[in-house]
């Protein structure tokens, strides 16, 4: 499989919990975005990467969330003390030169 | 206003019938547009590119309107299986980063 892989794809975890999230891009796709999606909601930009420098991050986002993506291929979303208002939809997309953005199928994160 | 705008709908529509769908954008420097499809907690996959000449696929047609600063989507001939949220999606540059700013999508629910 060529496509944006990402793992898990769910995660159950008490509030309070640290919680990792791997994306793995096309081959030689050198932008990378995470993204947050909640029911009936359009995806919330998280941070943004190219190759491996992380050039934007949302003001939106606290700093329990922290994204590497260290040599420019895989990435990861760390999210510290989780809180159920994390709850949602966790998604990986990556671009080459154009824009057409490839997503993975998401993680799905649940804090209960 | 926001950067990127679309009717949520629900559109629910008969079977057989046209739909058209618009989303408007505030950055006139946009670059790229898109329409993407989401189905239900599926991650969103590329539907069609819009160019400046407008494009056609089959069903589907997506043009541009820079003047207006609107995309629009045109579903003939609706089917079942069209269910689904449709996303806009406008990219421009910002400094180093290449910004792709999502709309929230739009409900289409096509009835037997």
């Known amino acids: 499989d060529t496509g944006v892989s990402q793992d898990p794809r769910h995660k159950i975890t008490k509030r309070g919990q640290n919680v990792t999230f791997r994306c793995d891009p096309i081959s030689e796709h050198n932008r990378l975005y995470w993204y947050r999606q909640t029911l009936g909601q359009g995806p919330e930009f998280l941070t943004y990467f190219q190759n491996e420098a992380q050039l934007e991050k949302s003001r939106l986002l606290s700093d329990r969330f922290s994204a590497e993506r260290p040599k420019g291929s895989f990435s990861t979303l760390e999210i510290q003390r989780t809180e159920q208002g994390d709850s949602a939809m966790y998604l990986c997309?990556?671009?080459?030169?154009?824009?057409?953005?490839?997503f993975g199928q998401g993680t799905r994160l649940t804090v209960v | 206003r926001k950067e990127v705008e679309q009717d949520p709908g629900p559109f629910n529509v008969p079977e057989g019938a046209t739909v058209a769908f618009n989303c408007t954008y505030s950055n006139s420097a946009s670059q790229s547009f898109f329409w993407y499809r989401q189905d239900c907690r599926k991650e969103p996959k590329l539907l069609m590119s819009?160019?400046?000449?407008?494009n056609e696929d089959g069903r589907f047609t997506a043009q541009l309107n820079r003047a207006s600063q609107y995309i629009s989507l045109l579903i003939r001939d609706s089917k079942l299986s069209d269910s689904a949220t449709y996303l806009c999606v406008v990219t421009f540059n910002a400094g180093n980063n290449r910004k792709l700013i999502w709309g929230l999508g739009t409900s289409l629910a096509v009835n037997p």
């Open positions: 819009v160019y400046s000449s407008g």
């Open positions: 997309a990556t671009t080459l030169w154009t824009d057409e953005a490839f």
